[in-house]
């Protein structure tokens, strides 16, 4: 009898197993210590997070939306105020503008990375009356051309915020990591990050002392001394449970990353088999209808939070269906761009707008790529997909 191969999009008890008791244990130092809010655990977390990401300061908060929206606060970031980020990202990269009362400004990305694209992030900078700042997003887990943004940042003489939460241990063209040229990195310990928590959690990097101080002041509501606000701030601070979670799971960080890129090698090696191509093609090129993520350029590194293939916009969710009924988990991020939904309806964007951003919102399609998946799983996963391509 054959047993059924079940493939989900992410297996984090796999990941939870091999080491159940060193979690249970710093959780349990944690209860015993009743010391909940910030502490040693925080502060031990925030100078190891600083040290991997090569980093003067690094601050814990509570999610990589707050980190996002701290960071903002930060520059002093308010009404009236515009800032540019993709279309092409999770709600929260936009949320955190826009709840601050600022206009994002949304630019369309480079269909072969899924980034930020320079030209039209220079272009949406000529239109713009008060640019405040540029929010680039290393999706995936790729890092965006930092270079191409940090130029235009110049020009403008404006911050860069970099994006990261999906991209700890991501390096850039340069092999340095990300979210340590920006003013600011913002980083999620979401559980479905490579270094994920076991609930909500984020932090942000800065190699300047007085955002650090600041930042520090603006997530305690803005309190310094308690209790005197020169600020207003907010409750955002990093859980000392979390804390403790990720300080266990941090020193296995680079096996997991080495893990996931050799689960990319195999399915692009699978796909590449068939006549599959790179995204550095679109599909329109023709061939085998099937673009795996882009190789790696020069020093940079893709830590793979996602592994991301194009198909046909016409057979992509017909194949999500068909792998969901054969156990295989997948999802796509993100079906509807940032500047078509309709909480942000009164910025006035048009559908058109942003064509690379709206293709790739119908074309790509997220496959199982975390580090415990097994070869016969990826086998599996490639198998389904290229039969049902072929019969299209
Ligand atoms: C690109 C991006 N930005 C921001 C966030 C927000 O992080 P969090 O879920 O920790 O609030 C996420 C999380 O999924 C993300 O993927």
Known sequence: MTVAIKVPLLDLKAQHETMRDDIAAAMAEV??????????????LEEEIAQYAGVKHAIGCGSGS???????????????DEVICPSYTFFATA???????????????????????IDSLK???KGCTSLKAIIPVHLYGQACDLTGVLEVAKEYDIPVIEDAAQAIGT????GTLVGSRGTMGCFSFFPSKNLGGYGDGGIVTTNDDELADLLRILRVH????????????????????????????????????????????????????EGATDSSSALSDGGFPLRTPKGVDGNSRHIYNQYCIRVPKECRDELRAHL????????????????????FADLGCKEGELPHTELAA???????????????????????????????
């Open 31 to 44: 209860v015993e210590s009743q010391w909940f809010i910030m502490g040693p655990n925080v502060s031990a």
């Open 66 to 80: 707050d980190a996002l929206l701290l960071a903002l606060m930060a520059i002093g970031v308010g009404h009236g």
């Open 95 to 117: 949320g955190a503008i826009y709840r601050l009362g600022a206009k994002p400004v949304f630019v369309d990305i480079d269909p072969v990375t899924y980034n930020i694209c």
């Open 123 to 125: 272009e949406k900078a």
């Open 171 to 174: 390096k850039d063209e340069n």
């Open 222 to 273: 803005g309190s310094k001394p308690k209790y005197y606000h020169k600020y207003s701030g907010v409750n955002s601070r990093l859980d000392a449970l979390q804390a403790a979670v990720l300080r266990v799971k941090l020193p296995y960080l680079e096996s997991w990353h080495e893990a996931r890129q050799r689960n990319a090698a195999l399915y692009n090696e699978l796909f590449t088999a």
């Open 324 to 343: 969901t009924a054969n156990d295989i988990g997948t999802e796509v991020y993100y079906p509807v761009p940032l500047h078509l939904q309709e909480c």
């Open 362 to 392: 119908l074309e790509t399609l997220a496959l199982p790529i975390y580090p415990e998946l097994t070869e016969e799983q990826i086998r599996y996963v490639a198998t389904t997909i290229i039969e049902f391509l072929k019969t299209q």
